[in-house]
Protein backbone atom coordinates (compact mmCIF):
# COMPACT_ATOMS: atom_id res chain seq x y z
CA UNK A 1 0.00 0.00 0.00
CA UNK A 2 0.76 3.50 -0.85
CA UNK A 3 1.85 5.87 2.12
CA UNK A 4 0.35 9.44 2.84
CA UNK A 5 3.16 11.43 1.99
CA UNK A 6 3.39 14.31 -1.16
CA UNK A 7 5.89 13.90 -3.70
CA UNK A 8 6.02 16.99 -6.12
CA UNK A 9 8.27 16.36 -9.08
CA UNK A 10 9.90 19.72 -10.06
CA UNK A 11 11.23 22.40 -7.90
CA UNK A 12 11.13 25.44 -9.93
CA UNK A 13 8.67 28.12 -9.97
CA UNK A 14 5.71 25.86 -10.32
CA UNK A 15 6.58 22.77 -7.88
CA UNK A 16 7.79 24.88 -4.76
CA UNK A 17 5.10 27.28 -4.16
CA UNK A 18 3.19 24.13 -4.85
CA UNK A 19 4.93 22.60 -1.66
CA UNK A 20 4.74 25.61 0.66
CA UNK A 21 0.73 25.41 0.20
CA UNK A 22 0.54 21.23 0.06
CA UNK A 23 2.93 20.96 3.43
CA UNK A 24 0.27 23.22 5.44
CA UNK A 25 -1.56 19.76 5.53
CA UNK A 26 0.33 18.41 7.84
CA UNK A 27 1.48 15.77 5.56
CA UNK A 28 5.25 14.61 4.38
CA UNK A 29 6.01 16.60 1.70
CA UNK A 30 9.30 15.43 -0.60
CA UNK A 31 10.69 18.34 -3.06
CA UNK A 32 11.94 15.87 -6.10
CA UNK A 33 14.40 17.13 -8.38
CA UNK A 34 17.44 15.98 -10.25
CA UNK A 35 19.37 18.88 -9.70
CA UNK A 36 21.83 17.93 -6.47
CA UNK A 37 22.83 21.79 -5.91
CA UNK A 38 19.30 23.11 -6.10
CA UNK A 39 18.35 20.14 -3.64
CA UNK A 40 21.15 20.78 -1.27
CA UNK A 41 19.88 24.57 -0.82
CA UNK A 42 16.47 23.79 -0.65
CA UNK A 43 17.24 21.51 2.53
CA UNK A 44 19.39 24.57 3.52
CA UNK A 45 16.77 26.68 3.89
CA UNK A 46 17.83 28.69 0.82
CA UNK A 47 14.86 29.96 -2.11
CA UNK A 48 16.27 30.09 -5.62
CA UNK A 49 12.86 31.86 -6.72
CA UNK A 50 11.38 35.20 -6.20
CA UNK A 51 7.36 34.16 -4.68
CA UNK A 52 9.38 32.86 -1.99
CA UNK A 53 11.97 34.23 0.59
CA UNK A 54 14.55 32.20 2.25
CA UNK A 55 12.36 32.17 5.57
CA UNK A 56 9.66 31.09 3.71
CA UNK A 57 11.47 27.87 2.96
CA UNK A 58 12.85 27.32 6.07
CA UNK A 59 9.42 27.17 7.03
CA UNK A 60 8.79 24.51 5.03
CA UNK A 61 10.98 22.18 5.93
CA UNK A 62 10.00 22.84 9.72
CA UNK A 63 6.85 21.54 8.41
CA UNK A 64 7.83 18.58 6.80
CA UNK A 65 9.33 19.63 3.49
CA UNK A 66 12.52 17.65 2.38
CA UNK A 67 13.99 18.22 -1.05
CA UNK A 68 15.20 14.95 -2.69
CA UNK A 69 17.04 13.53 -5.99
CA UNK A 70 16.10 9.99 -4.41
CA UNK A 71 13.18 8.93 -6.19
CA UNK A 72 12.24 6.31 -3.47
CA UNK A 73 10.13 8.70 -1.91
CA UNK A 74 7.55 8.14 -4.41
CA UNK A 75 6.70 4.81 -3.42
CA UNK A 76 5.78 6.09 0.07
CA UNK A 77 3.33 8.91 -1.55
CA UNK A 78 -0.35 8.77 -2.27
CA UNK A 79 0.24 11.98 -4.89
CA UNK A 80 2.81 12.20 -7.33
CA UNK A 81 2.45 15.83 -9.32
CA UNK A 82 5.15 16.70 -12.06
CA UNK A 83 5.82 20.39 -12.44
CA UNK A 84 9.05 20.21 -14.85
CA UNK A 85 9.48 22.12 -18.03
CA UNK A 86 7.83 22.06 -20.78
CA UNK A 87 10.10 24.37 -23.79
CA UNK A 88 10.04 24.54 -27.46
CA UNK A 89 12.34 22.32 -29.10
CA UNK A 90 13.45 22.73 -32.57
CA UNK A 91 11.16 23.77 -34.77
CA UNK A 92 8.70 24.88 -32.79
CA UNK A 93 7.59 21.78 -31.63
CA UNK A 94 6.79 20.83 -27.65
CA UNK A 95 9.67 19.46 -26.04
CA UNK A 96 8.14 16.80 -23.85
CA UNK A 97 11.80 14.90 -22.60
CA UNK A 98 11.40 16.28 -19.60
CA UNK A 99 7.77 15.06 -18.95
CA UNK A 100 8.35 11.19 -20.56
CA UNK A 101 11.74 11.72 -18.08
CA UNK A 102 9.15 12.40 -14.89
CA UNK A 103 7.03 9.67 -15.85
CA UNK A 104 9.14 6.71 -16.43
CA UNK A 105 11.16 7.57 -13.11
CA UNK A 106 7.77 7.34 -11.14
CA UNK A 107 6.49 4.64 -12.94
CA UNK A 108 9.33 2.68 -11.61
CA UNK A 109 8.59 4.05 -8.01
CA UNK A 110 4.70 3.99 -8.24
CA UNK A 111 2.44 2.20 -5.27
CA UNK A 112 -1.17 0.82 -5.66
CA UNK A 113 -3.69 3.56 -5.56
CA UNK A 114 -1.45 6.34 -6.53
CA UNK A 115 -2.74 9.36 -7.65
CA UNK A 116 -0.16 10.90 -10.61
CA UNK A 117 -1.11 14.51 -11.92
CA UNK A 118 0.64 16.44 -14.78
CA UNK A 119 0.80 20.18 -14.49
CA UNK A 120 3.28 20.59 -17.00
CA UNK A 121 1.92 23.05 -20.16
CA UNK A 122 1.06 20.77 -23.22
CA UNK A 123 -0.73 20.29 -26.19
CA UNK A 124 -4.38 18.49 -25.89
CA UNK A 125 -4.26 14.23 -25.48
CA UNK A 126 -0.35 14.56 -23.60
CA UNK A 127 -1.45 13.08 -19.97
CA UNK A 128 -4.10 10.42 -22.28
CA UNK A 129 -2.23 9.53 -25.53
CA UNK A 130 1.54 10.01 -23.53
CA UNK A 131 1.61 9.67 -19.91
CA UNK A 132 -0.49 6.90 -19.47
CA UNK A 133 0.68 4.07 -21.98
CA UNK A 134 4.29 5.21 -20.70
CA UNK A 135 3.38 4.69 -16.93
CA UNK A 136 0.93 1.44 -17.90
CA UNK A 137 3.64 -0.24 -19.92
CA UNK A 138 6.80 0.53 -17.20
CA UNK A 139 5.37 0.19 -14.16
CA UNK A 140 3.19 -3.18 -15.32
CA UNK A 141 -0.17 -1.56 -13.69
CA UNK A 142 -3.68 -0.38 -14.96
CA UNK A 143 -4.28 3.22 -15.12
CA UNK A 144 -7.97 3.26 -13.57
CA UNK A 145 -7.82 0.14 -11.20
CA UNK A 146 -3.97 0.21 -10.19
CA UNK A 147 -3.11 3.71 -10.49
CA UNK A 148 -4.66 6.68 -11.62
CA UNK A 149 -3.55 9.81 -13.57
CA UNK A 150 -5.01 13.80 -14.29
CA UNK A 151 -3.85 16.99 -16.06
CA UNK A 152 -4.11 20.17 -13.63
CA UNK A 153 -2.71 23.36 -15.33
CA UNK A 154 -0.06 25.49 -13.16
CA UNK A 155 -1.25 29.20 -12.96
CA UNK A 156 1.39 30.59 -11.07
CA UNK A 157 2.37 34.17 -12.24
CA UNK A 158 5.19 35.46 -10.20
CA UNK A 159 5.66 38.27 -8.97
CA UNK A 160 1.96 38.29 -7.87
CA UNK A 161 0.90 39.27 -4.63
CA UNK A 162 -3.01 39.37 -5.08
CA UNK A 163 -3.53 35.67 -6.19
CA UNK A 164 -1.45 32.63 -5.61
CA UNK A 165 -1.57 29.02 -5.24
CA UNK A 166 -4.47 28.73 -2.42
CA UNK A 167 -6.46 31.47 -3.66
CA UNK A 168 -5.96 30.67 -7.54
CA UNK A 169 -9.12 28.46 -8.66
CA UNK A 170 -7.80 25.32 -9.72
CA UNK A 171 -8.73 23.38 -12.76
CA UNK A 172 -8.59 19.35 -12.81
CA UNK A 173 -9.68 16.95 -15.57
CA UNK A 174 -9.04 13.63 -14.99
CA UNK A 175 -8.55 10.57 -17.74
CA UNK A 176 -11.20 8.74 -15.71
CA UNK A 177 -14.44 10.58 -13.81
CA UNK A 178 -12.83 8.65 -10.52
CA UNK A 179 -9.45 10.51 -11.40
CA UNK A 180 -11.37 13.41 -11.38
CA UNK A 181 -12.88 13.43 -7.96
CA UNK A 182 -9.30 12.45 -6.37
CA UNK A 183 -7.21 14.85 -7.74
CA UNK A 184 -10.66 17.53 -7.05
CA UNK A 185 -10.28 16.33 -3.24
CA UNK A 186 -6.47 16.42 -3.16
CA UNK A 187 -6.20 19.70 -4.35
CA UNK A 188 -9.56 20.90 -2.33
CA UNK A 189 -7.12 20.24 1.14
CA UNK A 190 -5.26 23.55 0.35
CA UNK A 191 -6.62 25.17 -2.55
CA UNK A 192 -9.97 27.37 -2.06
CA UNK A 193 -11.77 26.56 -4.74
CA UNK A 194 -11.40 23.57 -7.12
CA UNK A 195 -13.58 23.37 -10.37
CA UNK A 196 -13.37 19.81 -12.54
CA UNK A 197 -13.92 19.53 -16.42
CA UNK A 198 -14.82 16.56 -18.79
CA UNK A 199 -11.36 15.43 -18.57
CA UNK A 200 -7.74 15.64 -18.79
CA UNK A 201 -7.95 17.00 -22.67
CA UNK A 202 -10.59 19.68 -21.89
CA UNK A 203 -8.37 20.75 -18.48
CA UNK A 204 -4.89 20.68 -20.80
CA UNK A 205 -6.95 22.78 -23.90
CA UNK A 206 -7.95 25.67 -21.32
CA UNK A 207 -4.74 26.26 -19.99
CA UNK A 208 -3.60 26.81 -23.52
CA UNK A 209 -7.07 29.03 -24.20
CA UNK A 210 -6.04 31.04 -21.17
CA UNK A 211 -2.60 31.77 -22.58
CA UNK A 212 -3.86 32.30 -26.23
CA UNK A 213 -6.20 34.93 -25.06
CA UNK A 214 -3.18 37.45 -23.88
CA UNK A 215 -0.83 36.55 -26.24
CA UNK A 216 -3.68 37.66 -29.51
CA UNK A 217 -5.08 40.35 -27.49
CA UNK A 218 -1.23 41.54 -26.96
CA UNK A 219 -0.08 41.42 -30.53
CA UNK A 220 -3.43 43.24 -31.32
CA UNK A 221 -2.25 46.38 -29.40
CA UNK A 222 0.98 45.75 -30.61
CA UNK A 223 -0.12 46.39 -34.14
CA UNK A 224 -1.75 49.02 -33.17
CA UNK A 225 0.85 51.07 -31.66
CA UNK A 226 2.85 50.51 -34.94
CA UNK A 227 0.49 52.35 -37.32
CA UNK A 228 -1.20 54.54 -34.42
CA UNK A 229 2.48 56.03 -34.08
CA UNK A 230 2.62 56.50 -37.82
CA UNK A 231 -0.83 58.24 -37.87
CA UNK A 232 0.40 60.33 -34.83
CA UNK A 233 -2.23 59.12 -32.92
CA UNK A 234 -1.27 58.75 -28.87
CA UNK A 235 -1.69 54.43 -28.49
CA UNK A 236 -1.73 54.56 -24.74
CA UNK A 237 -4.16 57.28 -24.47
CA UNK A 238 -6.69 55.23 -26.67
CA UNK A 239 -6.16 52.57 -24.44
CA UNK A 240 -6.93 54.54 -21.80
CA UNK A 241 -10.08 55.64 -23.11
CA UNK A 242 -11.20 52.34 -24.39
CA UNK A 243 -10.56 50.59 -20.52
CA UNK A 244 -13.36 53.02 -19.07
CA UNK A 245 -15.83 51.22 -20.76
CA UNK A 246 -17.35 48.74 -17.78
CA UNK A 247 -18.03 45.71 -19.98
CA UNK A 248 -16.87 44.34 -23.35
CA UNK A 249 -13.30 45.17 -23.16
CA UNK A 250 -10.44 44.39 -21.52
CA UNK A 251 -6.99 46.28 -21.35
CA UNK A 252 -3.87 45.11 -22.97
CA UNK A 253 -0.85 47.04 -23.65
CA UNK A 254 1.53 47.03 -25.99
CA UNK A 255 5.80 47.04 -25.08
CA UNK A 256 8.85 45.69 -26.38
CA UNK A 257 7.52 41.84 -27.24
CA UNK A 258 6.48 39.38 -25.07
CA UNK A 259 8.16 37.21 -22.40
CA UNK A 260 8.50 34.57 -19.74
CA UNK A 261 7.40 30.93 -19.29
CA UNK A 262 4.00 30.75 -21.01
CA UNK A 263 3.15 33.35 -23.35
CA UNK A 264 5.93 33.27 -25.91
CA UNK A 265 5.49 28.97 -25.64
CA UNK A 266 2.35 27.91 -24.66
CA UNK A 267 -0.10 29.11 -27.80
CA UNK A 268 2.67 27.10 -29.81
CA UNK A 269 1.54 23.64 -28.33
CA UNK A 270 -1.91 24.20 -29.78
CA UNK A 271 -0.91 25.45 -33.26
CA UNK A 272 1.33 22.72 -33.03
CA UNK A 273 -1.22 19.74 -31.97
CA UNK A 274 -4.15 21.42 -34.55
CA UNK A 275 -1.34 21.09 -37.68
CA UNK A 276 -0.02 17.49 -36.63
CA UNK A 277 -3.38 16.18 -36.25
CA UNK A 278 -5.56 18.05 -38.29
CA UNK A 279 -3.51 19.38 -41.30
CA UNK A 280 -4.33 23.26 -41.01
CA UNK A 281 -2.95 26.21 -39.55
CA UNK A 282 -4.44 27.63 -35.78
CA UNK A 283 -4.62 31.01 -37.94
CA UNK A 284 -4.88 33.52 -35.04
CA UNK A 285 -1.56 31.73 -32.73
CA UNK A 286 0.62 31.86 -35.79
CA UNK A 287 -0.32 35.38 -36.70
CA UNK A 288 0.28 36.82 -33.18
CA UNK A 289 2.98 35.17 -32.91
CA UNK A 290 4.82 37.09 -35.85
CA UNK A 291 3.58 40.22 -34.51
CA UNK A 292 4.82 39.72 -30.99
CA UNK A 293 8.05 38.62 -32.62
CA UNK A 294 8.67 41.45 -35.02
CA UNK A 295 8.62 43.81 -31.77
CA UNK A 296 11.79 44.26 -30.81
CA UNK A 297 12.94 44.69 -34.42
CA UNK A 298 10.67 47.54 -34.47
CA UNK A 299 11.31 48.99 -31.44
CA UNK A 300 14.94 48.72 -32.59
CA UNK A 301 13.92 51.27 -35.98
CA UNK A 302 12.05 53.24 -33.55
CA UNK A 303 15.95 53.56 -31.68
CA UNK A 304 17.30 54.73 -34.75
CA UNK A 305 15.02 56.83 -35.97
CA UNK A 306 15.54 59.19 -32.16
CA UNK A 307 19.23 59.24 -32.79
CA UNK A 308 18.80 60.23 -35.88
CA UNK A 309 16.80 63.26 -34.68
CA UNK A 310 20.01 64.02 -32.73
CA UNK A 311 22.25 63.88 -35.74
CA UNK A 312 23.56 60.23 -34.07
CA UNK A 313 24.50 57.04 -35.57
CA UNK A 314 23.59 54.38 -34.41
CA UNK A 315 26.89 52.88 -34.87
CA UNK A 316 28.83 54.21 -32.34
CA UNK A 317 26.04 55.46 -30.14
CA UNK A 318 25.90 54.50 -26.14
CA UNK A 319 22.52 53.32 -25.23
CA UNK A 320 21.39 52.12 -21.58
CA UNK A 321 18.72 49.84 -21.53
CA UNK A 322 16.68 50.03 -18.78
CA UNK A 323 14.78 46.53 -17.08
CA UNK A 324 16.09 43.28 -18.78
CA UNK A 325 13.49 40.93 -17.24
CA UNK A 326 10.49 39.41 -18.90
CA UNK A 327 8.02 41.45 -16.28
CA UNK A 328 8.29 44.31 -13.73
CA UNK A 329 9.92 43.66 -10.13
CA UNK A 330 11.22 40.13 -10.54
CA UNK A 331 14.39 38.66 -11.21
CA UNK A 332 13.33 35.87 -13.80
CA UNK A 333 14.91 36.48 -17.73
CA UNK A 334 13.12 33.40 -19.22
CA UNK A 335 12.36 34.92 -22.85
CA UNK A 336 12.83 38.38 -22.12
CA UNK A 337 12.56 40.56 -25.56
CA UNK A 338 15.52 42.41 -24.19
CA UNK A 339 17.95 39.98 -25.44
CA UNK A 340 16.46 39.82 -28.81
CA UNK A 341 16.40 43.70 -28.92
CA UNK A 342 20.08 43.89 -27.26
CA UNK A 343 21.69 41.47 -30.09
CA UNK A 344 20.35 43.83 -32.84
CA UNK A 345 21.94 46.63 -31.19
CA UNK A 346 25.14 45.15 -31.12
CA UNK A 347 24.97 44.27 -34.58
CA UNK A 348 24.23 47.87 -35.82
CA UNK A 349 27.08 48.68 -33.58
CA UNK A 350 25.68 50.25 -30.53
CA UNK A 351 27.95 50.59 -27.39
CA UNK A 352 25.11 48.60 -24.93
CA UNK A 353 24.51 49.16 -21.72
CA UNK A 354 21.89 48.29 -19.01
CA UNK A 355 20.97 48.83 -15.67
CA UNK A 356 18.82 46.34 -13.93
CA UNK A 357 18.09 46.23 -9.70
CA UNK A 358 17.19 42.36 -10.10
CA UNK A 359 20.03 41.71 -12.47
CA UNK A 360 23.86 41.89 -11.71
CA UNK A 361 24.87 40.48 -14.70
CA UNK A 362 23.35 39.94 -18.21
CA UNK A 363 24.05 37.06 -20.90
CA UNK A 364 23.59 38.09 -24.60
CA UNK A 365 25.01 35.10 -26.32
CA UNK A 366 29.05 34.78 -26.10
CA UNK A 367 28.95 37.61 -24.16
CA UNK A 368 27.90 39.44 -20.80
CA UNK A 369 27.74 42.48 -19.41
CA UNK A 370 27.61 43.85 -16.05
CA UNK A 371 25.37 45.86 -14.67
CA UNK A 372 25.80 50.05 -14.27
CA UNK A 373 26.47 50.06 -11.01
CA UNK A 374 25.35 54.43 -11.06
CA UNK A 375 22.07 54.72 -12.49
CA UNK A 376 22.31 58.54 -12.06
CA UNK A 377 25.73 58.27 -13.98
CA UNK A 378 24.31 56.00 -16.52
CA UNK A 379 21.69 57.96 -17.32
CA UNK A 380 24.27 61.50 -18.17
CA UNK A 381 26.59 59.39 -20.39
CA UNK A 382 24.11 58.08 -22.42
CA UNK A 383 22.77 58.97 -26.12
CA UNK A 384 19.48 57.49 -25.46
CA UNK A 385 17.59 55.54 -22.18
CA UNK A 386 15.24 52.74 -23.71
CA UNK A 387 12.80 51.83 -20.76
CA UNK A 388 11.90 48.11 -21.30
CA UNK A 389 10.59 47.12 -18.21
CA UNK A 390 9.21 49.51 -15.79
CA UNK A 391 10.33 48.47 -12.30
CA UNK A 392 8.63 49.52 -9.57
CA UNK A 393 11.91 51.17 -8.21
CA UNK A 394 12.69 53.15 -11.40
CA UNK A 395 11.61 56.96 -10.68
CA UNK A 396 10.24 57.79 -14.50
CA UNK A 397 10.41 61.47 -13.81
CA UNK A 398 13.95 61.50 -12.76
CA UNK A 399 14.73 59.33 -15.81
CA UNK A 400 13.00 61.93 -18.16
CA UNK A 401 14.46 64.70 -15.87
CA UNK A 402 18.13 63.66 -16.51
CA UNK A 403 18.09 65.25 -19.71
CA UNK A 404 18.65 62.31 -22.31
CA UNK A 405 16.16 61.15 -24.74
CA UNK A 406 13.71 58.44 -23.28
CA UNK A 407 12.18 55.95 -25.35
CA UNK A 408 9.81 54.21 -23.12
CA UNK A 409 8.20 50.72 -24.01
CA UNK A 410 6.05 50.46 -21.25
CA UNK A 411 3.85 53.47 -21.14
CA UNK A 412 4.88 55.22 -17.81
CA UNK A 413 6.98 57.75 -18.73
CA UNK A 414 4.85 61.21 -18.08
CA UNK A 415 5.10 62.66 -21.72
CA UNK A 416 3.57 60.90 -24.21
CA UNK A 417 6.40 62.16 -26.54
CA UNK A 418 8.45 59.67 -24.72
CA UNK A 419 6.73 56.50 -25.08
CA UNK A 420 6.52 53.55 -27.71
Known sequence: MTGDAITIVGQGYVGLPLAQAAVNT??????????????????????????????????????GFEATCDASCMRESSVIVVCVPTPLGEGGSPDLSMVQSAMSTIANNLSQDALVILESTTYPGTTDMLCQPLLETESGMTCGSDFYLA??????????????????????????????????????SFID??????????????????????????????????????????????????????????????????????????????????????????????????????????????????LNEQAKAVNGANVLLLGVTYKADIADQRESPAVPLANDLVALGAKLKFHDPYVKRWRLGTCALNVEPDLEAALASADLVVILQNHASYDLDAVVGAGTPVLDTRGGAPDPAHRL
Not at 158 to 176: Q, S, W
Request: hydrophobic residues 35%; proline residues 6%; glycine residues 8%.
Open 151 to 188: FSPERVDPGRTDYGITNTPKLVGGVTPEATDRAAGFYA
Open 193 to 306: TVVPVKSSREAETAKLLENTFRHVNIALVNEMAKFCNDLDIDIWEVIRGAATKPFGFMKFTPGPGVGGHCIPIDPNYLSYEVRRRLGYPFRFVELAQEINNSMPKYVVTRIVRL
Open 26 to 63: GRKVWGFDVSQGLVAQLNSGTSHIDDLSNEDVRRMREQ
